[in-house]
Structures are given as C-alpha cells and as structure tokens.
C-alpha cells in the first residue's frame, strides 16, 4: 500500500463510518474495485480510532457532564434521575452486547465474515431495514425518553454491526427510529454509544498492525489521521443535514452499492475472498 492509498482509506474511512452505509463494507469493496490490497479488518479497527476521536472532540462537552453525572450519581442517590447520568448507565448497558460477542467470535469477525458476497448482501438488507424504519418513524421521542430497555435494544443493533456490510450507525439508528426516536437524536446516541467499543476494538488491534508487513503501522496512523479530520466534519454535516431530510438517498445508494457488488462477484469482476 501506497501512502496514496493510506490517504483515499482516511478519507473512505472518515466519510463512511457515521453515514448509514457501512465502512468496513467500503474499505472491502473499494480496495479491489480500485486494484489494490485489501487493508485487512486490523487496519480498519485501528483507522476507526480516528473517526471515534472525531467523536470525542466533537461531543467532548457532552461526555465530560455524562461521566462527572454519572460518577457523582454513585454516591449520591438524589442525582440519579438525572438524564446525563442515567445517560452514563444506557452507554455501559449498549456496550455490553457487542463487548462479549466480539471478544467471544473474533475469529470468525476476521474470518468468515470477510467474504464479498455476505457484504453486499448486508447493504442491502440492512439497508431495506433502515428504509423501513425511517419511513414508519414519527419521530417524537427525546433523549429523555431513552430507557435502559432502549439502550439495550441500541445495544443489539451494534453488536450485528460486526458483520461488515450490516453499518454500525445504521443498525443504530435502526433500532432508535423503529423505538420512535427522532431522526437527529437516534443519531446522537449511536455516535455516543459507539466511542467505547470502537476505541477498545482499534487499540486491540495496534499490534497486529505494526507487526504487518502491510499496510504497516506508518501508514495506517496516516489513514487514522485522515479519518479523524473527514469524519469530523461529516459529523456535524450529518447531524444538520437530519434537522430537515430523511435517510432515503442513503439507503438507495446502500441497495445500489450492493447490487453492483453482486453482478460484479457473479461475473468474476471481483473476489469474494478479502483479507483478515
């Protein structure tokens, strides 16, 4: 891999770990399309670091008040009503799901997960999913009503997202507009309950990553910093551009994406087997 290339995954990565539309999909599919290596799901772990910092920084207000409510809460049972620690508690619960899962079947994530066809199968079946939800969606519920059955359902969402293709956002966002959350705020708490099990998965995979020949760990921190500054800015413009649209051009793009896919398996364009 080319630092050229590192560059276009930063980039790939950044735009497509918070749209609906699956990055780890894109950095199997793209690699092939545009006739290079597949980086392998070790540097996609670790490039997700970026973005989830992107994450941090962006929301950083926000998580200092969850955890200072939050640590507060425990000694003090009079604050534990509050929404910003309650909030604490739904993160850790949401967590739990794809923690053991993850950690249970690594392998098989690495593994038999990594296959083209199953990819683009989830596009767009998870795609369809989100259609569904965003079309039925009334869209009334606030953070305040989030509850520990909701976080836990969040949760569920997530831990499909270990299947490539599936979108951690998108499974997410799911599950919140189908609970009838609205639009920008089901986003919201996707974004926040992600930070600890991307962070935990990227910093698992950092030695894997400098003991490869390739892509090698230089030019996976050049992705990762590409990724953060992408994913930044696509942060904000999702969560604006929510306020008034819906989910539809993604979810066309998402079908279309994994259609094209499978022609191009069925015709031998492509492989179906990519890297761990």
Known sequence: MSYLEAIFLGVLQGLTEFLPISSSAHLAIFPQLFGFDDPGASFTAVTQIGTEVAVLLFFWRDIV????AWAIALVRKDRRGDL??????????????????????????????????LIA????????????????????????????????LYGLGQMLALIPGVSRSGATISVGLFRGYRRDVA???????????????????????SLAASPGLPKTLVATLVAFVVGYVTIGWLLKYL??????????????????????????????????
């Open 65 to 68: 008040r969850i955890i200072k």
């Open 187 to 209: 986003t919201r708490y996707a974004f926040l309950l992600a930070i600890p099990a991307v962070l935990a998965s990227g910093v698992s995979q950092l030695n894997d990553v």
């Open 84 to 117: 910003d620690a309650r909030m604490g508690w739904y993160i850790i619960v949401g967590t739990l799901p794809i923690a053991v899962v993850g950690f249970l079947f690594q392998d098989t994530i690495k593994t038999t997960f990594r296959s083209l066809w």
């Open 121 to 152: 199968i989830m596009l767009i079946v998870f795609g369809l999913i989100l259609g569904i939800a965003d079309r039925i969606n009334v869209g009334e519920k606030l953070e305040g009503d989030l509850t520990l059955k909701d976080s836990l």
């Open 243 to 276: 306020r008034t649209r819906s989910y539809l051009p993604f979810v066309v793009y998402r079908v279309a994406l994994g259609s094209l896919v499978l022609i191009l398996l069925a015709t031998g364009v492509l492989d179906s087997a990519v890297s761990a």
